[in-house]
């Protein structure tokens, strides 16, 4: 479908999450090239949208006018019930420094609280230069766990469990995180949308 495809980030994890997702939601023929490209990602791009749905936008129109290529980006945040849907749209940024300094603030607000609801939450955009943007969003429902656990992936996942699994994201092989993500959730109603009628 494209000869080249660039990923909208900077973070060598989030890319390989995302090749894995294309490739095992959309084939091998959804793109010949999927492109990492860091040197892109220091261009500020603001992210002065209200909701990920206009931040994504935002990133995605970016990256694409900037490289040539059509473009995948996304925003994503994880919204916790007992903190009226904090840290929200502010998830990657609640707080400077390392994922695991992330995940320690979220257990610290949580300390003494029952209510561990949350969920992942995602909008991803393709914007294909001088063609169309296609965005969609996707959901995964779980909770917070008492404590970090595991060494895979990136973010919160050390501190979020999937519902239906007793393990965090940060424990679960990345193929199984892939198949019930947030983000493989909006990225097949993308591959939906792409699908010749």
């Known amino acids: 479908m494209f000869t080249k495809l660039i990923i909208a980030t900077g973070n060598q994890g989030k890319y390989r999450e995302f090749t894995e997702i294309i490739r095992e939601v959309a084939g091998e023929d959804f793109a010949d090239e999927i492109i990492f490209a860091p040197e892109i990602s220091r261009m500020i791009v603001d992210e002065t949208g209200k909701t990920y749905a206009e931040n994504a936008m935002l990133k995605a129109r970016a ?58 939450a995602a909008a991803l955009c393709l914007c294909v230069p001088e063609e169309y943007t296609v965005i969609a969003e996707g959901y995964c429902y779980g ?30 092989d990345p193929r199984t995180k892939n198949n019930i993500s947030h983000r493989t959730n909006a990225f097949r109603k993308i591959s939906a949308f792409l699908q010749p009628q």
């Open 143 to 172: 909770s917070i766990s008492r404590e970090a656990r595991g060494s895979n992936g990136f973010g919160y996942d050390p501190v979020f469990v999937p519902d239906g699994y007793n393990l965090t994201f940060a424990e679960i």
């Open 63 to 120: 990256w694409a006018e900037k490289s040539g290529l059509p473009c995948l980006a996304d925003d994503s945040g994880l919204e916790v019930d007992a903190l009226d849907g904090a840290p929200g749209l502010y998830s990657a940024r609640i707080i400077q420094g390392k994922d695991s300094d992330k995940s320690s603030w979220l257990l610290g607000q949580l300390e003494g609280v029952d209510d561990r609801r949350a969920r992942f």
